[in-house]
């Protein structure tokens, strides 16, 4: 009974809503304007969190910079050019998602090259060996099969 009742639990906190760190004095009195903020802040990384958004984060750099894209989108600049603000501001780093640029390329191109090299070194591993006759087992010689007999014949007397 304890096990169902911790399972139901566990769903449960599951299924809760993410939480987000934005307090009420700094929710935009325009739902529209709240919405560009709230999508923006959710592509920024919080600069001492690292691996959290700015809209999840509580920390106070978190919050400035909720209220920096708030003062941006209020002055009436496109999501564009608000990150590009925060990016020539705080780097690249602060895009959670980096842009696939020049700079960017490796980070971007890394996992798949891994990828496509470890498939080929596998693909090139396996042609060797078939190749080779590895996977054949090499005969038995005259002594091995005298023995194996016998060890047969012992069992099949018994």
């Not at 769903?11 to 939480?19: E, Q, V």
């Not at 929710?27 to 600069?47: F, H, N, T, V």
Request: proline residues 6%; glycine residues 4%.
């Amino acid at each position: 009974m304890r096990q169902i009742v911790f399972a139901f639990l566990a769903l449960f906190l599951l299924a809760l809503p993410t939480a987000h760190a934005v307090q009420p004095d700094e929710i935009m009195s325009d739902p529209a304007k709240e919405a560009r903020a709230r999508e923006l802040s959710r592509e920024l990384r919080c600069m001492v969190c690292q691996n959290q958004s700015i809209d999840d984060s509580d920390a106070p750099l978190a919050r400035d910079l909720r209220l920096l894209v708030r003062e941006r989108v209020a002055a009436g600049d496109s999501n564009s050019q608000v990150l590009d603000f925060l990016v020539a501001r705080y780097g690249e780093f602060v895009l959670l998602k980096p842009r696939f640029e020049r700079q960017t390329m490796l980070l971007w191109l890394l996992a798949p090259l891994l990828l496509i090299g470890g498939g080929l070194v596998l693909w090139l591993q396996i042609r060797r060996r078939a190749r080779s006759g590895a996977d054949v087992p090499a005969p038995l010689t005259p002594e091995e099969e005298a023995r194996l007999a016998a060890l047969i014949s012992d069992e099949a007397k018994s």
